[in-house]
């Protein structure tokens, strides 16, 4: 891909379906009424009657009453924020792990001669993954939940940081080029400039990254669906303090791209015929749209119902207060005392009532029957299950239970591992590649770092504790694996010296020889181990052979006791 020409619509053409279904994600994303009500009633959606047919049954379709008598109200509930809220959270509320160099011949290995380089570039790595960059990450996969894919991109400000950081393009506002396999070629960010003050004009600034080089262009139109001319960078303040070369560009130092696109999930089922979007991801709101709708619709009734359902009170006119001219009557609701009225016995007035009530029932189990359901649904629909978002209740439940009762959602998230792992280790060695190349940082070769996510799942420390110390107990697992059970998140080496270290507190532990335990639980033990003295004067002893001796010197000494009585026996 190359910078467009001047005055060419932007965006292109061929983005016009992708657009339309990006602004209509974001308008249930963002909870914006206006733009719900605008996106299915009068838009440019109408043109395509597939979608309209559909489109004009929508609740948000529907025009909104004017008339005085009738409040216009139509309640949005915030659903679909809150599961693209849940999917970023599945994903990395944890920070994932990584580590080059391992030496287990892995591609984190490549070029690396020593485990000692592994950890000196694991530890730089860690160093630019601060928190920022986990703040990052989790914006980049809600975004990624909405619009069905997100891009992130290696920045860097030598004014500001000694670092650099990666950043998160919502798709909307990016182009791209991909290749043979969905690989990411190149790609277009776009921005709308704020105008210049006192200038009636319109500026886009342009990014175009190709692996190894990033070029700007600063366009400038008399309207928001064209590009206009391009123009030097230093017509808009906001672009001015941007150092390029004389070709408008700078170079990365790095031979990858320094953005790479994650996908949501695949296929995208409902844009996949379009060229243009056949390797974006499906958004999670895929389909679940109507739903959407549906449950707005339902809170919207309750709420109707609950404005209906106010008491008021019917007085007779008789009761009410003529005021002033001009200001009408009033009924003062807290007196007490009412003047009785000039009324003959028996009039129709004395036999009406003076004041009466009307409620009508809320049908609040009805609602909240019907909205529960179709929340469930569409927590289904976007792929997750209802007790993740706190449907079951408060109930202690092991990471067994945990599981089995959110399967939908750790499918889901298992899912969209596989299409974040591998970029990401495609965006740390860019950010790795620009650390060294600007920053100075130390060289990775051609190794690329291990991604590692962190379980879904996981049991208490009680639980934990009492099954490792059921598997000591039945001697059926060794001291590594049990480590390993216990830090699932380590590597081989750092189980390897957490069992070096619990050999050497165990050597600080008697000998455990069944004579040394014995010794050490008798009953009667001396304060040296031992025991006291028997009947025979003979003592015990923590050497084997020494016991055996003395043992057999007990046998005989009972064995001549016995003899020198039975002789006498006879001699009597």
Not at 176 to 193: A, K, N
Not at 462 to 480: C, D, R
Request: aromatic residues 8%; hydrophobic residues 35%.
């Amino acid at each position: 891909m190359v910078m467009p020409a001047n005055n060419q619509v932007w965006p292109p053409i061929s983005q016009n379906r992708i657009q339309d279904a990006y602004q209509r994600m974001d308008a249930w994303y963002s909870g914006d009424e206006e733009a719900l009500s605008w996106l299915y009633s009068t838009n440019r959606l109408q043109s395509h009657t597939s979608l309209w047919g559909q489109v004009k049954r929508f609740f948000w379709g529907t025009p909104i009453p004017q008339q005085q008598s009738q409040r216009p109200v139509k309640i949005h509930v915030p659903l679909p924020a809150e599961i693209a809220r849940m999917s970023a959270a599945q994903l990395f509320a944890e920070m994932p792990t990584t580590h080059l160099g391992d030496m287990d011949g892995d591609s984190d290995d490549k070029g690396l001669t020593s485990a000692k380089q592994g950890k000196v570039l694991s530890q730089s790595l860690s160093d630019i993954l601060d928190d920022n960059a986990h703040a990052e990450l989790l914006q980049a996969a809600e975004l990624a939940a909405v619009f069905g894919g997100v891009y992130l991109k290696v920045e860097w400000d030598t004014t500001v940081d000694d670092k650099p950081f990666i950043t998160a393009m919502p798709p909307d506002n990016a182009i791209p080029t991909f290749g043979l396999g969905g690989h990411l070629q190149s790609v277009i960010y776009w921005t709308q400039l704020p105008p210049i003050d006192g200038v009636n004009l319109e500026y886009k600034l342009l990014e175009e990254q190709t692996p190894g080089r990033i070029e700007y262009a600063l366009f400038e139109a008399r309207d928001t669906h064209s590009l206009g001319v391009r123009v030097p960078l230093t017509t808009h303040p906001m672009t001015a303090s941007i150092h390029v070369d004389p070709q408008s560009g700078i170079n990365t130092g790095s031979q990858l791209l320094t953005s790479v696109y994650i996908p949501n999930l695949r296929p995208n089922r409902i844009m996949r015929g379009i060229p243009a979007a056949y390797h974006l991801g499906r958004s999670d709101y895929a389909g679940a749209e109507s739903l959407f709708d549906s449950i707005d619709e339902a809170y919207t009734s309750w709420m109707r119902d609950i404005r209906l359902g106010k008491a008021r009170v019917f007085v007779n006119r008789d009761l009410l207060t003529i005021g002033k001219p001009g200001e009408g009557s009033m009924m003062n609701m807290d007196q007490e005392i009412f003047t009785p009225l000039n009324q003959a016995p028996g009039s129709t007035l004395n036999q009406s009532k003076m004041f009466e009530t009307f409620q009508p029932a809320i049908r609040w189990q009805e609602h909240e029957n019907t909205c529960q359901n179709l929340v469930e649904r569409a927590y289904a629909a976007c792929g997750y299950s209802a007790a993740t978002f706190g449907s079951a209740g408060d109930v202690a439940m092991t990471a067994t239970e945990a599981q089995a009762r959110e399967k939908l959602t750790m499918l889901t998230r298992s899912s969209k591992m596989l299409y974040w792992r591998p970029q990401l280790r495609r965006i740390y060695a860019a950010l790795m590649d620009v650390n060294r190349y600007v920053f100075h940082g130390p060289d990775r070769g051609q190794a690329l770092p291990d991604v590692e996510f962190p379980d879904g799942a996981s049991d208490a420390p009680n639980i934990v504790a009492s099954t490792l110390n059921l598997l000591n107990q039945a001697e059926s697992a060794s001291i590594k694996t049990r480590v390993g059970m216990l830090h699932p998140d380590w590597d081989d080496e750092q189980v390897k010296d957490e069992v070096a270290q619990i050999a050497q507190d165990y050597s600080m532990l008697p000998d455990p020889k069944e004579s040394n335990l014995w010794a050490a639980v008798a009953a009667n033990g001396s304060n040296m181990g031992g025991v006291a003295s028997n009947s025979y004067g003979i003592t015990a002893s923590n050497n084997p052979t020494t016991a055996q001796a003395e043992e057999k010197a007990v046998k005989s000494s009972e064995r001549v006791d016995q003899s020198t009585a039975a002789q006498s026996t006879v001699q009597q």
